[in-house]
């Protein structure tokens, strides 16, 4: 399974202006969408934070710019987003494995969603000495062969089928922060 993957899409400066908005924005619990939306904390700890408009706007611009690209790379016509969403898993912060594809009567729109994208705000010590969390790891699992790990690294965006099982691994210590989208 090949995963769509570009370094840079936003530079440091752009990471830190997103994250300084969450540092101001209004947190809540993140949900889990089952048969409606609620907080499971024993299947996912994070927090979804509310940012200044005009950062959700550079964000979504980024986001759009990317479309053309993943598209090509899985030879799809992606026509629209669901919508950003600005998520920090603090130290201890997971998600357990599941799909973002799915028949949900309370959300329809999940059932649309063809690709997932992931744009990291943050780089995992693992992958830079002076990252900002340990752990964070993203975990695709492909219905074939072994299981892929993206190791979170700032400004770099991840894309891959909405249908395809993955989790947030525990955030050992610090905070990881991402961008989240789906492109339909």
Partial sequence: MRIFLARDVLDAAACRHVQAAMDAGTPEEAEVLDE?????????RATQIEVADT???MVEATLDRACAAIASFYGL??????????????TGGFY?????RAHVPSWP???RRQITVVLFLESACEAEPTGGFRG??????????????????????????????HEVTRVIAGRR??????FY
């Fill in 36 to 44: 409606g939306f609620e907080v499971q904390g024993d299947v996912r």
């Fill in 55 to 57: 950062v959700l706007a």
């Fill in 77 to 90: 016509a992606l026509q629209s987003r669901e919508g950003a969403s600005v998520l920090r898993y603090e």
């Fill in 96 to 100: 357990k494995p599941h799909v973002d």
């Fill in 109 to 111: 729109l999940t059932e």
């Fill in 136 to 165: 964070g790891i993203l975990r695709l699992f492909p219905d074939e062969g072994e299981p892929i790990d993206v190791i979170p690294t700032r400004g770099t965006l991840v894309a891959f089928p909405a249908g395809m099982r």
């Fill in 177 to 182: 922060d991402t961008i989240v989208d789906w």
